[in-house]
């Protein structure tokens, strides 16, 4: 069986070990939606800490979809420049590097004009947002297909759909905010279709060769009127069907409610995505060398997302090495301290 610290290849990118940097929104980005320096010394921190993977955070396909004005964006043309820059500083230190596109929809902040499958507010604090009409629900997969072109053309190894965490893919799934009556509402099949359209959009416009992924919130948990975990394998097995490569297993997102959290909380759910046949990967409290390797070993999962565990220590990977009694590969730069 692989572990932890063995190879992992999703289509043409080829992953040195099987940790990944989970997608964190960092809110630096400049008010058009450009990276800052900020964003050089945050991922590219990571990349030399060892990690065999850096995903960047939640890149907004659409202005009026920013969670905050400081999102980085990948609407217009101008961003593609500095993402570039970003991916080949990554690049230089011989990571891969992949994009999370995604759009907030009725989680966007206040100051936009909010859209979503209906007119019903994540919360209080939030916007009524619109409902999408026809021509809206091609806006937006016209908007991810564009996304992922620019994604392309900044060099980035990898595009991940982010369908979890109560944003706009998450929204049209979800009983709870889709209360629709046409063919994008009601049933499995009308929850789903959006997701499964943009995913053919992404798919259509990249090379065959470059992989796709998609993070779900496989359950609802605590949020009544949420879906059940066999929604959300049905789904992810016809994502697979259509080209997207691996699911990155999440919970929750799109209703006020706490979930219990525990290490390797999510676990279960990337086993249960991987007894599919369907490449998964969990994400949330995996930061335990040792729980790391054993969601590896035994088959529950393909890699492991790492979040708070990198913000807090952006060598974790070598720090995993060391536990495991792997031999350590660090930079050159830093070999005197192993």
């Known amino acids: 069986m692989p572990h932890l610290f063995d190879p992992f290849d999703s289509r043409r990118m080829h992953l040195r070990n099987r940790i990944v940097m989970s997608p964190m929104c960092q809110y630096s980005a400049r008010d058009d939606g450009t990276v800052t320096d900020w964003h050089f010394v945050h991922y590219g921190a990571r990349a030399v800490g060892g990690v065999g993977l850096v995903l960047l955070e939640m890149t ?13 964006g990948i609407w217009d043309d101008a961003q593609i420049p500095g993402l570039r820059r970003l991916v080949d500083f990554v690049h230089s230190q011989g990571v891969p590097i992949g994009v999370q596109l995604g759009h907030a929809g009725r989680k966007a902040d206040p100051i936009f004009d909010a859209v979503g499958p209906s007119a019903i507010a994540f ?8 409902a999408l009409d026809a021509k809206g629900i091609a806006t937006v997969i016209d908007q991810f297909a564009q996304g992922a072109r620019r994604a392309l053309e900044a060099g980035f190894d990898t595009v991940e759909l982010h369908g979890a965490h109560g944003y706009l893919l998450h929204q049209f799934l979800s009983p709870i905010s889709n209360k629709r009556e046409d063919g994008y509402g ?9 997701i499964l359209e943009v995913a053919d959009a992404v798919r259509g416009v990249l ?5 796709v992924w998609a993070r779900l919130s496989m359950l609802e948990a605590g949020a009544e009127g949420g879906y059940p975990l066999s929604d959300t394998l049905e789904v992810a097995k016809r994502l697979h069907d259509r080209g997207v490569d691996l699911i990155d297993c999440t919970t929750g997102g799109n209703a006020p409610v706490r979930e219990p959290e525990f290490p390797g909380f999510r676990l279960p759910l990337s086993a249960a995505v991987h007894a599919l046949g369907v490449p998964s990967m969990p994400v949330g409290h995996m930061e335990y060398p040792a729980l790391a390797d054993a969601a590896i070993s035994s088959g529950q999962a393909d890699l492991v997302a790492l979040a708070r565990g990198l913000l807090r220590n952006p060598h974790w990977a070598l720090a995993a090495q060391q536990a495991l009694q792997v031999d350590p590969t660090p930079p050159e730069q830093y070999r005197r301290a192993y």
């Open 60 to 72: 907004q396909v659409a202005p009026y979809g920013r969670l905050s004005p400081e999102d980085l």
């Open 123 to 130: 919360s209080d604090d939030y916007r009524v947002p619109h």
């Open 186 to 194: 009601g049933d499995l099949d009308g929850r789903a279709r959006l």
């Open 207 to 211: 090379p065959q060769d470059m992989p």
